[in-house]
């Protein structure tokens, strides 16, 4: 069975600190690799997709991707409290079946 | 992305009944997907909507609780039937992007059976 693991946190961080999420997968074969965002009573949104080993850069945030390791990460600098969320790995294996972690809670404190 | 509306956005329901949930978008897409979210948990694929074919279930779904429809590109719905309060969770759809990985989710329906 497909899998992707994240830690629950909550991770707290003081705000203007850099925030660390983590994931990892179990499918060797999957391509696609996704950040979504979900604040509480929300639906997620997709704030980060990378493709190819590396960081990828948008804003504040950055992707990282190693494929021969299985892990993704991404990184979110200057954190600020309206980061404070539920991020949820995701990855796709093919046929556009996306697996979902089960999400990192971080808050970040003022 | 598209824009994806979905109604109603919360119910509260009567054990033994159904509900029907619906899902538009405001541009054609091939592929419809209908997903669970359990308090507390990450995201379960129910099914996979195409238009003009059966709906693709996924294991410990069935479309005899979960029956979906696809009339058109723009539309799906999905009905929880005879309902029981391990049915209360949040319905999301979402669809792909241009890229044809990446989804882009409804606001979803919060489900609560009493």
């Known amino acids: 069975q497909k899998e992707v693991e994240q830690n629950s946190g909550p991770l707290s961080v003081p705000e203007g600190a850099i925030a660390s999420l983590n994931c990892t997968y179990s499918d060797r074969g999957s391509q696609s690799f996704f950040w979504y965002r979900q604040y509480s009573g929300k639906s997620p949104e997709l704030i980060m997709s990378i493709y190819s080993n590396g960081d990828k850069e948008d804003g504040r945030f950055t992707a990282q991707l190693n494929k021969a390791s299985q892990y993704v990460s991404l990184l979110i600098r200057d954190s600020q409290p309206s980061d404070s969320a539920t991020y949820l790995c995701?990855?796709?294996?093919?046929?556009?079946?996306?697996?979902f972690g089960t999400g990192t809670k971080l808050q970040v404190i003022p | 992305s598209a824009v994806i509306s979905q109604k109603p956005s919360r119910d509260i329901c009567q054990r033994g009944t159904s509900l029907t949930i619906q899902c538009q978008v405001d541009?054609?897409?091939?592929?419809m997907f209908w997903y669970r979210q359990q308090p507390g948990q990450s995201l379960t694929l129910i099914a996979t909507?195409?238009?003009?074919?059966?709906?693709?279930?996924e294991s410990g779904f069935v479309i005899d609780k979960f029956p979906i429809s696809r009339p058109n590109l723009t539309f799906s719905t999905l009905t929880v039937s005879n309902m029981s309060p391990e049915d209360s969770s949040i319905y999301l759809c979402s669809v792909g992007g241009q890229g044809g990985n990446e989804q882009f989710f409804g606001p979803g329906t919060r489900l609560t059976v009493l």
């Open positions: 995701a990855v796709n294996g093919g046929y556009q079946k996306v697996t």
């Open positions: 909507a195409n238009q003009g074919s059966e709906a693709t279930y």
């Open positions: 541009s054609q897409v091939t592929m």
